[in-house]
């Protein structure tokens, strides 16, 4: 499905500057709708990427940058205040493998 619809455009006065004003329902520069990446995102659930692609007829990149973006913005900075140790561990995986950490 396409949306089209006109976009607004201001000026300003001072500095002349022709700027569109901000659409809310979707983000800059993206292919796709808040209310199309949060459905993307509920059927990842119950889902793998490429049966989520065919359901809504769009590509697999598509619905992998979809998860990718939302993975960044919700981990990209944990919260370490109630951390009081951080762990290693090492697994021995055999002869030839080695060590894992």
Known sequence: MYIDLPVQRVECSKCQVVR????????????????????????????????????????????????KDHLYKRYRSPKLSKVKRIAIDEIYQGKRLGYLT
């Not at 459905?39 to 590509?59: E, N």
């Open 20 to 67: 569109q004003v901000k659409v809310r329902f979707a983000d800059e520069n993206k292919r796709y709708t808040h209310l199309f990446a949060r459905l993307v995102l509920d059927l990842s659930r119950h889902m793998t990427i490429q049966a989520v692609a065919r359901h809504l007829g769009v590509s697999w990149d598509l619905v992998k940058e979809i998860q």
